[in-house]
Each structure stands twice: as C-alpha cells, then as structure tokens.
C-alpha cells in the first residue's frame, strides 16, 4: 500500500524516492526531458537573448481563493521571465516537503501545477524533491526557474522609460493581498476576494509582436506592491512617475478589506497584473491589446512618465492634491508569495 | 545602523528587501544581469542544446567540515548540470531564510558561493530572498538552478551504457555522509574526515574533450550513494553491474565511522565524486584524464557493464563471493544535502 503522508525516505533518493517520483510527479508531470530520469534535463532552445528568473514560494496558507502554492508558483516564474518581453519555454520545480505533508495535497499541487503549465504553455522539464524533518519548515515550500526567449530587437527593462511615456495597469489592484489575509488564521475577516493569480505571457507576446519597441517597460507589482514597483522603475531609469489615484483600479471589497486592515492597496501584492509604462504614440493601442486579452479586461492609463521629480513617484490625490509615494518600508504581511 | 540579524521585512520586496540586496548580495554576487536589479536575468548562451539542472539544499548543519550550505548548492547543482557532458554557464539561487538569521552566517554562506561559482566558472546570474517567520524553515534553504550547454555530438546519459563497459569512480566514497554525521548533534563520536564537495565540471570537459563518445555515462552518487546510482544505470540502460569491493576506494575513517553507526559506505552520499561509465578502449585513458584532475587523483576501475543479471548490481566481494546490492531502502540520515 502506498503512504498517505510524506516520509523522510520520500527524501532519501533511494526506493522511496523512486516510489513518489512515479506515483506523484510522472502522473502529474509528463515531459519527455522528465521522464528521462537523469539528475538535469536536455533540450533545445529556439536562438535568442535568454530570459531567466528564479523564485521560492512559500505562501501562507498553501490553499486560498484563486489559487494554490502550485499554481502561484508557475504563474510567478512564468510572469517573471515574461516580463522581460520574452517568450517562457521551460521551467524547473523544486520542492521542500514538511515530514507528515498528506499526500493528497501534493497531489492536489502538482496537479495544479500541471494545470497552470499547461496554460501557459511551459514545459516542466526537471524537479526535485527534499524532505525535512517535522517541524523544520512549514507543509511545502516551492522553488520554480524558468527560461524564456526574447524575440529579436527587444529590450524591455526597468531602465528604458522616458519622459512622456504612458503607464497602464492590466486590472485591479490588491487582489492576492486581501485574499491571501482573509484566508490566514487569525484573521477574523471574510471576503469575497479571489488571489488574482494568472499566466501574463499571452498578453505580454500580443504586446511584444504588436508594438515591439514601443512597450519600454513591464514589471509585475507583486511583494510591495504598486508603489513599490514604480519606485523601481523611477530609480532605475532616473525619470520621474505621476500616476492618478481616481484611475487606480481597486475592488470594492478591497477597499473595505484594506479600510478594516489597515493596509493601503497601493502596497498590496498582486499575482496577475502587470505595470507598462509604453510610447505616447502607442499606448492607446496597448490599452486596447490588453483589454483585449482574458487576464487585462479591466486594464487602464493610470499615469506618465516625466522630466520632474526624477527618482520619485507623485500620486495626484482625488482632492486635487500631489503626495509623495515611498517604497514599501517594513513588512505588511509575510509569506504572501 | 544595519540591522545583525534576518527581519521579516528583509523579504518584503521594499526597502529593507533593497537593503539587503545591495549591502550583502551586490557585495558578493558581481554579475551584470544581476546588478541590473530586474525580477530577471538577460543574457546570451553559446549554441548548443541545454543541460538545465535544480535541487535545493537543506542540509544540517549549514557550516561542516569541508565547506558549508553555500558551496554545496554550487558544487551539487553544476556537478548535476555537467553530468550530461555540458558546459555549465549560468546558475540562479533563491533563499528561504528564516527570521533572526544571524547576518554573519548569510554574509559568510553568500562568500562561499561566489568562491565556489568562481571556482567553477559559472556566473550567478539572477537570485531570490523569502525570509519566513521563526520556526516555520531552519536557518537557511537555498535553491539554485543552473544552464549548461553540451558540446556538439555528445550524448550522455543513465541510459547509454553498454556492455563491457568499464566504471570507474573519482576517488574516495562516503566522505561527505560521514562529515555531516559527524557534525550533527547528537552524535557523540568525532572523526577528521571532511566532505568532498567540489566543482567536478572541469574534470568533465577534459573526459568529453578528449574522450567525446566514449564517455557514455556520468552520475553523481550523491542521495542513496554508490549503490544507487549502479542501481539507476543499470535500469535505464537495461544492462547489469558488476562491481569488486575491493576496488572501491574507501578512507580508513570512514571505514571507522561506519563500522560505529551502522552504515554501509556504498550508501553514502558524496558531493565530490563522480560514476563514469566508459567504452572498454577509452578506459585507461579515461582514468589517467581523471587522476591528472585536482579532484580526480584517487580515481579508479571499480567494475564493468555485463550483459547478465539485466537491471542488477552485483558485488563481488572480498571474501570471493557475489551478492545482490539494491537502491537505498527507507533513510540513513535526513538533510545530507
């Protein structure tokens, strides 16, 4: 009979080992490279600038509204590797399992995780499984790296906006935030908020083969927030953000989760939207394209890019006023991600 | 004043996350595409088909006798990435730290790695902090993922081996198991043996230099030890083993350390070594290439690939006899990598 609880063997890289492999992750994971069973995977990749990103999750609790620690997990890589305008094509998976995790939650995850590849249209090409002792780390934490392509003649970093350039967000903000803490013990709230999580590379390859050079920079607005994100991309390209607070797309049920909490959505983490700060000349096309998109029907111009205020942010208030906006400072909720 | 220990807020993605990342990563990790502070690493590779590799390492304790958490997630994942014959070029690493994590023992872990990427050629291209309350992980976990690119014309693989081939091992077994043993708490006994841990991917591009096809199969005994990766060739390649105890090189102390605990060297995990399957005429001077290598001077012929006892290890041992070895069966000692 086989276990229905994660064992230290499970971990050991003998029998056991062998046993969850093929009765876990070859039910889930189907790749050809992966079922090679060899300590890495061997494929080709299509020529191009390559993009790689790496990202450990260990989001609390690892089931919420929207979604799971698996499916977080390759939208989170997928959208990173993305945001360099590239296209994902593969990505790794590497577990840590909690001695005593019931199997059917892995199950439940990898599944998921299967599922959200399969969206995205990535390979999970190799993985890795570690087991820890009973209390030396909590249920399951999960390492994802992927590897995208960047077509030819794009350069898309936090470095590249210019003055009069547009900024769009694809959808409201605050999201992931609110549901993950609703769903948190100890939190004594309950919402309707659903984890915005989602795969962003169909809509940034519309972007890419649409406008091409014109979209200067995409950035995701997860840990830290909105705010957080056009801090970045103020220092790194040394110009000044002016964005509107009455064109910020928040919920309803976000305002008043973050009235009760506290929390200002500005700094709220989101899984599934994405900052592009694109040419004057194409951003209405943009707009459109995003609009267009499954995950960007809520999208709009929230601000620009100017000459001023170089390595600030300014959010023009709904009482007519400007007030300075700072990177997120402390720490509003951990292990969001 | 800079805080001496791990915060919550250090993960965060605001300020303190920056903090961070420029007083402790940047100081140690030099990269460009890192430096370049966006959620992904761009860069170009040679052409070439991929080797990509990812395993997280847990090990306990973190700092041991031969090297430390920092090294071993180095070595471990481009000795896997080299495995396939390929060159590694990049890797990506992500943290897990746990809150109130002495800053000394990530700054000093942080200046392992770049020694050991340095060692082996490999840049730190991307990299990734979650910092997770006290209790919910132990000290440290670190995830790195890496990129090679295999020569033209090579093929290795679990699977290639042949038979009257011949096995040849790097040096010494059972180093690394003992080490970590001997360092954990609670045993009570004290041994001088260190672990092996080393980048093996210089002494895999002289055997695929100079060997090319001859070199059929490369493995690592690391998780489940000697036995277990005989046991995995033998599967995927649909062959026998047959290997001579006597000519498995084992240290006197480990020889020792073993004889007091109750394990069996074969089983041991290494993180210097490495199983080289190779065609009879390539052998000998497959084994004068290793012994030439810093981390190859014990190398030495331990068997051949037999056309019987198809998907079997036999041992040939000292008393004469011949007995049947198996994979690892349940778990000798959690967190050995």
Not at 30 to 55: H, K, Q
Not at 203 to 225: A, C, K, S
Not at 301 to 306: A, Y
Request: proline share 4%; charged share 25%.
């Amino acid at each position: 009979m086989f276990d229905d609880r994660i064992l230290l063997s499970h971990g050991a890289g003998g029998k056991k080992s062998s046993e969850l492999t093929e009765k876990v992750f070859l039910k889930y994971f189907n790749d050809p490279a992966l079922r090679d069973l060899n300590d890495m995977a061997v494929f080709d990749l299509p020529d191009g600038r390559i993009s790689m990103s790496t990202d450990t999750y260990v989001v609390d609790p690892i089931f919420f509204p929207g979604g799971d620690i698996g499916s977080l997990a390759v939208h989170g890589t997928v959208n990173d590797v993305a945001m360099a305008g590239a296209v994902p094509v593969v990505i790794s998976v590497a577990f840590i399992l909690e001695e005593g995790l019931p199997l059917k939650d892995l199950e439940r995850i990898a599944g998921s995780m299967a599922g959200a590849a399969a969206e995205a249209d990535v390979r999970i090409v190799t993985a890795d499984t570690k087991v820890v002792t009973r209390g030396a780390a909590d249920k399951i934490f999960i390492n994802t790296t992927g590897i995208g392509i960047i077509p030819e003649g794009i350069q898309i970093s936090g470095a590249t906006a210019i003055e009069r350039d547009r900024i769009l967000i694809s959808g409201t903000i605050g999201d992931h935030g609110i549901a993950i803490a609703s769903s948190r013990e100890g939190f004594e709230f309950k919402t309707t908020v659903k984890s915005d999580s989602a795969p962003l590379n169909s809509m940034i390859g519309e972007l890419v083969n649409n406008l091409g050079q014109d979209i200067h920079v995409l950035r995701d607005p997860t840990r830290g927030g909105l705010a957080t994100v056009l801090n970045e991309i103020a220092f790194q390209s040394s110009i000044g953000v002016e964005v509107n607070e009455t064109s910020i797309p928040v919920r309803e049920a976000v305002k008043g989760a973050c009235e009760l909490l506290g929390y200002d959505p500005l700094y709220l983490a989101n899984e599934g939207k994405l900052v592009a700060v694109v040419a004057e000349s194409a951003y209405e096309k943009a707009l459109e394209i995003m609009k267009g998109n499954k995950y960007g029907q809520d999208a709009c111009l929230i601000g620009e890019i100017t000459g001023e205020n170089k390595r600030k942010v300014i959010l023009k208030t709904a009482m007519g006023g400007k007030r300075l906006v700072g990177k997120l400072s402390g720490e509003m909720l951990p292990r969001i991600c």
